[in-house]
């Protein structure tokens, strides 16, 4: 399950920009049509099946901002702004140089950016809220220059950057705008987001639509929230560049987000997938270190006190690497999103009902994966569309020594901010990674198996074992042939196996049911890895019984035919009436992936 909520999104070394294919919206903010949002959700179920179409609404009249963090960007404007004075203090006692008249500038400069932001923040009362969220995005970005401390020459050239950036020139998704409306409208439901609630909205430039989209909806529906839109690479160079005081203020100023006081209780993101790279072990040190100072919210995620509900959208780096039209990339991810929900949830259920109890899985694949695990003692989760989208899948955790044999991986995979790795092979002994190899970024997988050698708190050697395996169900993405550089796609994939090395979740409930998915492994990291088990020779065998075969599910005791079936074949499994549209005319006669 890809739920590590502290990274913003992954990134890739690919220097490819945004293209002629994505249209632009030249000097302008989206047009009446794509303004248009979904209404009022009112008590909508937590899994809206198709995305209530029947009850979308549209909009015309803006909203304006009720509950945007107006205090908190006012506060850091003016810390960031004594922080500068400071500063320019201290060059009072200074001879006079070169460097000093170059910090100088810079300096003044801060100040005169701080000034414009502060005085554009003092109008945000009567003002559309794509422009406030535009001023914001760049006063945020200020704000981290300063606290960054990073020298005046990288500084000022970062400053004049930033100070050029605006939301308002976005990169409009080449697809239906119904679609990109039902996907916020599903990060919202699945977060079960009420009036009264606060939520942080995550996001990034390049999906400000869905952000702007789920503020919509809670500016509708009085749910107080903040906004965190965030410029990866802005972050990474401030990451790279700052002091060790810089690298702690820029961490915080992320976690405060979430501080206990502001009562934050969800968070509802739209990140995109690959943006940024760690290219050498100096900035994997870095990062690690900005991680480390947000630890303790990190622990809030992970035992489940902070409900997240996340997506990671394809870009077009990713489409460069895996392979795939950026326009047919996007429409196999919204399609992933659009699927019959409820009943899949039902679906999987059955199959957690099987699980209970048993005690070994055994998965082969025609790839070379060969693993067996101790299940014993631990609950399968149903988890359809709770925390991440698009779902589906079952996971757990096996007993943190019982893991035998090798998992392999075809084809990218990718953790955090490392560059891609193709094709591992992870070899297995006693729970712990014996031997490993991959066909490109060998090293990289090198350094994320021994990130936590020399840690303390129990973690050592924690990147070398399982805290997580899981099954993909969602039957749209299952003939995909293989797996993909986006994680939130792969690991969902109808035929697949994925397990985590690194950390186990320590929650004891999932939706209101008791779970037991800690096998004590503690570690600083948690990434899924994809094995595709859809040729012949695949199977999934628990406690002698084949519960899928080259990707097929099979019925076996308390899971039915119909169930099967919605497994294996989606939407083609349901009457004409319950179809979507879009699945009608692209795959009435099948799943065959357009591409």
């Known amino acids: 399950m890809f739920f590590e909520q502290r990274q913003s ?41 198709r995305f209530d179409r029947a009850s979308l609404q549209k909009e015309k009249q803006e909203c304006v901002p009720k509950y945007f963090q107006f205090e908190k960007l006012q506060s850091d404007l003016a810390e960031a702004k004594n922080n500068v004075l400071h500063r320019i203090e201290g060059l009072a006692g200074k001879e006079q140089s ?36 535009d001023v914001a995005y760049v006063a945020r970005d200020i704000v981290k220059i300063v606290f960054s401390e990073i020298s005046a020459a990288q500084g000022e050239e970062l400053l004049q950057q930033t100070r050029k ?63 965190d839109i965030r ?62 100072y947000q630890s303790a919210t990190h622990d809030r995620f992970i035992s489940g006190e902070i409900y997240s509900v996340h997506t990671r959208i394809p870009t077009p780096e990713d489409s460069v690497v895996d392979d795939i039209a950026y326009d047919k990339y996007l429409a196999l991810y919204f ?64 007993k943190i020594d019982s893991a035998q044999g090798t998992f392999v991986s075809n084809w990218i995979s990718k953790y955090r901010r490392y560059a891609p790795v193709k094709d591992i092979h992870l070899a297995f002994q006693n729970g712990q990674v014996s031997e490993f190899s991959a066909s490109e970024g060998q090293d990289t997988l090198a350094a994320i198996l021994s990130i936590d050698d020399s840690a303390d708190g129990g973690k050592q050697g924690g990147a070398r074992r399982l805290g997580e395996i899981g099954f993909g169900t969602n039957p749209h993405l299952k003939n995909l042939g293989r797996n993909y550089a986006n ?17 186990s979740y320590k929650r004891t409930e999932y939706e209101g049911k008791p779970v037991h998915l800690d096998n004590g492994n503690e570690s600083s990291i948690h990434w899924d890895i994809v094995s595709m088990l859809n040729e012949q020779g695949s199977k999934i065998v628990v406690d002698g019984i084949t519960l899928q075969e080259n990707g097929q599910w099979k019925e076996v005791p308390g899971v039915s035919e119909q169930s099967v079936r919605l497994l294996n074949e989606g939407w083609g499994a ?12 692209g795959y009435s006669q099948g799943y065959a992936i357009p591409f």
């Open 98 to 133: 070169v460097n000093s008249q170059s910090e100088s500038r810079y300096f003044y400069s801060l100040i005169d950016a701080i000034d414009d932001c502060a005085n554009r923040i003092k109008n945000f009362a009567n003002k559309p809220i794509q422009e406030v969220f």
């Open 231 to 292: 410029n990866d690479p802005l972050k990474a160079e401030l990451i790279k560049n700052a002091s060790e005081e810089g690298l702690k203020r820029l961490s915080f100023e992320e976690d405060d987000f979430f501080a206990r006081e502001r009562g934050v209780t969800k968070t509802l993101s739209a990140w995109s997938n690959m943006k940024i790279n760690i290219k050498t072990d100096e900035e994997k040190v870095r990062y690690e270190r900005f991680l480390h």
């Open 9 to 49: 999104n992954s990134g890739s070394a690919s220097d490819v920009s945004q293209n002629s294919e994505i249209p632009k919206k030249n000097g302008s903010f989206l047009s009446d049509t794509d303004r248009d949002v979904v209404g009022a959700v009112s008590n909508s179920p937590p899994l809206a099946s």
């Open 574 to 585: 349901l009457p004409s009436a319950e179809q979507p549209e879009w699945w009608k005319k």
């Open 487 to 503: 994680i939130s796609l792969s690991e969902k994939i109808g035929g697949s196996a994925h397990v985590a090395i690194g950390f």
């Open 165 to 227: 950036e605006s939301l308002k020139d976005i990169s409009v998704f080449p697809i239906d705008q119904e679609l990109i409306d039902g996907l916020a409208r599903l990060l919202y439901n699945s977060g079960k987001t009420k009036s009264g609630d606060t939520v942080v909205l995550g996001g990034t430039k390049d999906n400000f639509q869905v952000v702007l989209a789920l503020a919509r909806l809670c500016e509708q529906n009085g749910v107080r929230y903040f906004v």
């Open 335 to 398: 399609e992933s999103c659009d699927q019959p929900w409820e009943k899949i949830q039902d679906a999987q259920q059955e199959l957690v009902e099987f699980l209970k109890g048993k005690k070994e899985i055994h998965i082969e694949s025609a790839n070379g994966t060969n693993l067996t695990l101790n299940i014993e003692g631990f609950d399968f989760v149903n988890s359809a569309i709770d925390h991440n989208i698009p779902g589906s899948e079952i996971f757990s955790a096996p």
